[in-house]
C-alpha cells in the first residue's frame, strides 16, 4: 500500500517539498530558498531556472534525507503562487525571458490604457470576474512578447509556451510532454473566461496573444502526466494542481457554499465557497474559480479578497516603532490592557483594498491620550486585522447572499490566540484553526490523493481535521456594532 502524496509549494520566496501521509500529517519537508531579481523599481523577476532548480532540489533533498521508497508514493500534488508568467521556447525548454512576479508593476500603464474604456473594463471583469489590474498574466505575456527580439514572430508560428508556475513545473517534471494548467491558475491570467471554461478569443486579441501560446487546461483534481525528468524518480503521477489559495481553501476543507478560510500572512487572503454560482460583486472583490474533487459536475466558484497589511503591520510594530522584540509576544502585550482604551490603529500603508479601494488613504493612530501607552497601541494594532476581516466578510456574504458558516484561518498571525478570539468575537461566528498549518501544500496533496483514491472521498478528508482548535464568539450584538462603528469612523479619518 503506497504511504505518501508528495506536495510541491512553489512560493514567491520559497520553494518547498512535503511527504503527506494517509492521515494528512506532513511526515517530512524541506525548503529551499531562490533569489528575488528586482531590475527597477516596481519590477519584480524570478529566473525560470532558480524557480525550477530548488523545487527539484527540495524534492530530490526530501526523498534522500527521509529515504523514502519510491515505491510508497501515491503522487504529486503541485501549488503555486499564482499569475507569475513565465514563456519557454517548446523545442529546447529554454525560457526567452526571465518570469515576471506577480508583484511587478511594470505592465500597469498598459493596463490602465486599456480599462480607461468603460466598455472594455467591464468585458474583462464580466467574462473573468477579476478588476483589470497588471497584477494578472495578460499584460505580462503581452510585455514579454512585444519587448523580447522575435518573440512575437515566434509565438504566432506556435513555437513558443507560456505558463503560470504549475504549467513551468509540469512541463520540466514530465520532461516536455504535458503542457497544462489547472481551472484555478487559468482563472488567474485574465485571459480565461469563467463562465465559458475556455481560454477567451475577445481577450487573447485584445492582449496580442496567440492562442497557441496557451496550455491545455484541466480539473484541478487531474491527469498531469508523469515524472519523466531523468533526474528524478520515474513515473509518478501528477494528480493534483491548484494555485496557492485555492489549494489552502481545499486543504481547509471548505467543501461547500458559505465555507471560507482566512489566510493571516504579511497581508490577508479571504477566500469563501459560492458553489457552483458564479457570484458578480458590487464590492471590487474577485471572482475566481475554487478547485474541486474529481467528478464534481460543473465549475465550482469562490469569492476573494485581500488586505493589504496584516502581519505587516506587527512586524512594523517590532522594526520602526521597536514597541515589540519580537512578533510573539504580541498577543501577550495585547492581553496586559482590558481595551484599547478608544486608540484605533488604521494600517492603510499602501491604501485600502476592499471594500473601500482607496489606494491613496495613508495609515493613522487615532484616539490617542496620555494615558495611551505601548500595550493600548499593540492591541488596536491587533484588532485592526480582525476589523478589516470583518470588512471583507460582510462585503463577501452581501455579494454571496450566503451567510458566514465558519470562518477556518492559518498563517503565521494565526498563531496568535488573541487576534482569533477578538476576530471570533467580531465575527459572531466560530473559528476554526488546524492542528496541521500547511494548508495549502495539504490542498495539492488532497487533489491528488482524491484523484489517485489515495483517499476515498471529502468526507475522509474532513474526517482528519482531527485536533483543530475552535474559537467561539463571546460578544454581543450590541459590543460589535459599537466597536465596528468607531472602526468606520476612524477609516472614514484617513480615506483620502
Keep these: 500500500m503506497k504511504k505518501y502524496v508528495i506536495a510541491l509549494d512553489q512560493g514567491t520566496t520559497s520553494s518547498r517539498a512535503m511527504l503527506i501521509d494517509r492521515e494528512g500529517r506532513v511526515a517530512g519537508s524541506v525548503q529551499r530558498p531562490f533569489p528575488q531579481l528586482y531590475p527597477q523599481p516596481g519590477w519584480v523577476e524570478h529566473d525560470p531556472h532558480d524557480i525550477l532548480s530548488s523545487q527539484l532540489g527540495a524534492l530530490t533533498e526530501l526523498l534522500l534525507t527521509y529515504s523514502v521508497d519510491p515505491a510508497d508514493i501515491d503522487s504529486v500534488g503541485i501549488t503555486n503562487q499564482r499569475e507569475t508568467t513565465v514563456v519557454w521556447d517548446r523545442a529546447t525548454g529554454e525560457p526567452i525571458a526571465n518570469a515576471i512576479v506577480w508583484q511587478c508593476r511594470r505592465t500597469a500603464p498598459m493596463v490602465e490604457a486599456l480599462a480607461s474604456d468603460p466598455v472594455v473594463a467591464a468585458e474583462i471583469t464580466a467574462r473573468t470576474g477579476l478588476v483589470p489590474d497588471a497584477y494578472f498574466s495578460a499584460s505580462k505575456i503581452a510585455w514579454i512578447l512585444g519587448e523580447v527580439p522575435g518573440a512575437r514572430a515566434r509565438a504566432e508560428r506556435g513555437e513558443l509556451a507560456f505558463g503560470t508556475v504549475d504549467s513551468w513545473l509540469i512541463w520540466k517534471l514530465t520532461y516536455g510532454a504535458v503542457h497544462a494548467t ?4 487559468a482563472s488567474r491570467t485574465m485571459l480565461y473566461n469563467i463562465h465559458e471554461g475556455c ?14 501560446l496557451m496550455p491545455e487546461v484541466r480539473p484541478s483534481a487531474g491527469d498531469f502526466g508523469v515524472t519523466a525528468n531523468p533526474g528524478l524518480v520515474q ?34 487572503f479571504l477566500l469563501m465557497h459560492t458553489g457552483h454560482e458564479a457570484c458578480a460583486s458590487t464590492k471590487g472583490l474577485l471572482t475566481t474559480v475554487a478547485a ?11 469569492l476573494e479578497g485581500s488586505v493589504f497589511v496584516a502581519g505587516a503591520l506587527i512586524q512594523w510594530l517590532r522594526d520602526e516603532l521597536g514597541i515589540l522584540e519580537n512578533v510573539a509576544e504580541a498577543g501577550a502585550v495585547a492581553r496586559s490592557v482590558p481595551s484599547t482604551e478608544g486608540v484605533v490603529v488604521v494600517p492603510a500603508f499602501t491604501g485600502l483594498g476592499a471594500p473601500w479601494w482607496d489606494a491613496d488613504a495613508r495609515g493613522a493612530i487615532l484616539g490617542l491620550t496620555r494615558g495611551a501607552g505601548r500595550a493600548h497601541i499593540v492591541r488596536a494594532a491587533l484588532e485592526s486585522l480582525a476589523y478589516q476581516v470583518c470588512d471583507l466578510v460582510q462585503a463577501m456574504t452581501e455579494d454571496a447572499g450566503v451567510p458566514l458558516s465558519v470562518l477556518n484561518v492559518d498563517g503565521g498571525a494565526a498563531a496568535n490566540d488573541f487576534l482569533l478570539q477578538f476576530q471570533a ?5 466560530s473559528l476554526r484553526r488546524p492542528a496541521n498549518a500547511e494548508t495549502t501544500a495539504l490542498g495539492a496533496a488532497f487533489l491528488a490523493g482524491l484523484a489517485t483514491g489515495f483517499w476515498p472521498d471529502t468526507a475522509a478528508l474532513s474526517a482528519l481535521r482531527e485536533g483543530e482548535e475552535r474559537f467561539l464568539p463571546t460578544f454581543d450584538e450590541a459590543m460589535r456594532t459599537s466597536l ?4 468606520r469612523e476612524a477609516v472614514a479619518r484617513v480615506r483620502s
Design 182 to 185: 489547472d481551472v484555478t491558475n
Design 235 to 268: 513515473g509518478i503521477p501528477i494528480r493534483g494542481v491548484a494555485g496557492d489559495q485555492q489549494a489552502a481553501l481545499f486543504g481547509q476543507c471548505c467543501f461547500e457554499p458559505g465555507q471560507a478560510k482566512n489566510t493571516y500572512g504579511t497581508g490577508c
Design 199 to 212: 481560454w477567451d478569443p475577445y481577450l487573447l486579441e485584445l492582449f496580442g496573444i496567440p492562442a497557441s
Design 292 to 302: 474541486s474533487a474529481p467528478g464534481t459536475a460543473g465549475t465550482e466558484y469562490a
Design 484 to 487: 465596528m462603528t468607531r472602526w
Design 425 to 429: 468575537d467580531m465575527l459572531g461566528v
